[in-house]
């Protein structure tokens, strides 16, 4: 039993210590639109974060919050989008009690849906990249769950304008964007499954 805790384990601290910082990101295309805020901040001039790489001072599942906090950063923008004014800090405390073990790791959906639950009721999720991408043009706002590269990722974004939507902490170079649905599925939906939590 121990020899497969311990593979467990492993497994587990390899998925955090490589998977839960940005990931160097693709080329920027010229018609997205990155905003104007510094990009040598976690947080944008209007209270977003933007950049989990950068948060200083925070720990989230028993290590610095940067290295697993892609979760509690998508659900604290949309709860500021939605006019909420919470805690960061507060936030992390509340997502890591919701945790079964108090060990390190990534942020699981059964505690993204408890949370949303909270405090972002009426939320409905699908799974699979085509129905994802599909109920993602149709929505409001939403959180992907997907891989950027081949590491497990939390988005998320609300929408702009009639065709195009704001994501902030995609990866490196695309941390405070403004571009397309058809543009982010096809430069970040490129493999692994695909979950979408999302509000009409």
């Not at 989008?81 to 405390?93: D, I, K, P, T, Y």
């Not at 999720?125 to 085509?130: I, L, P, Q, S, W």
């Not at 704001?166 to 970040?188: K, L, W």
């Amino acid at each position: 039993m121990a020899f497969l805790i311990k593979i467990c384990y492993n497994a587990l601290e390899f998925t955090w210590q490589k998977g839960t910082g940005m990931i160097t990101g693709e080329k920027t295309r010229s018609e997205t639109k990155i905003a104007d805020s510094p990009l040598h901040s976690a947080w944008t001039e209007d209270g977003y974060i933007q950049n989990q790489d950068l948060l200083t001072g925070y720990i989230y599942r028993t290590i610095p919050a940067k290295e697993n906090c892609c979760g509690p950063v998508a659900v604290y923008n949309l709860c500021r989008h939605s006019g909420q004014n919470l805690e960061f800090e507060a936030l992390l405390r509340e997502m890591d009690g919701m945790h079964r073990l108090h060990m390190p790791g990534p942020t699981f959906m059964y505690v993204m849906r408890k949370c949303l639950t909270e405090h972002l009721p009426g939320w409905q999720e699908v799974h699979g990249r085509d129905e994802a991408v599909r109920q993602a043009c149709q929505s409001s706002m939403g959180i992907f769950r997907y891989h950027e590269g081949r590491i497990p990722h939390f988005v998320g974004y609300y929408r702009e304008r009639e065709n195009t939507f704001h994501f902030y902490n995609v990866c490196d170079g695309r941390e405070n964007v403004v571009m397309s649905m058809e543009e982010f599925t096809s430069d970040h939906l490129l493999g692994g499954s695909v979950k979408l939590i999302w509000w009409e």
